[in-house]
């Protein structure tokens, strides 16, 4: 089993900056990929960005240039930095870690925090 502790969620305003945290602990495979998915309310859960055991990293169009993800191998942690963020990008986000092995994937979710920009 895998744990993921998200932090870093709060009220902020348009244009502002938050940045969120989410560190794993338990059976973590050598190779893994970790993730932000974002759900609001009466959506399904969409992906944010992406990024593999290389540093390659993915984000859906609607945050390009504003997100940042980012990871520290050494502490099987992901970061989420956001900048200009509008009230569009209010959800509760997901951290997500999948297990990559020789013939299949295990994901694992954390418990989601809240995302609130408004004024």
């Known amino acids: 089993q895998v744990q993921l502790v998200e932090s870093g969620g709060g009220l902020v305003q348009p244009g502002g900056s938050l940045r969120l945290a989410c560190a794993a602990s338990?059976?973590?495979?050598?190779?893994?990929?970790m993730g932000w998915y974002r759900q609001a309310p009466g959506n399904q859960r969409d992906v944010v960005a992406t990024?593999?055991?290389?540093?390659?990293?993915n984000y859906t169009d609607s945050v390009k240039g504003r997100f940042t993800v980012s990871r520290d191998n050494a502490k099987n942690a992901v970061y989420l930095q956001m900048n200009s963020l509008k009230p569009e990008d209010t959800a509760v986000y997901y951290c997500?870690?999948?297990?990559?092995?020789?013939?299949?994937?295990?994901?694992?979710w954390g418990q989601g925090t809240q995302v609130t920009v408004s004024s």
């Open positions: 997500k870690l999948t297990n990559i092995y020789h013939f299949t994937q295990v994901q694992y």
């Open positions: 338990g059976n973590i495979a050598s190779i893994y990929t």
């Open positions: 990024i593999t055991s290389g540093d390659s990293t």
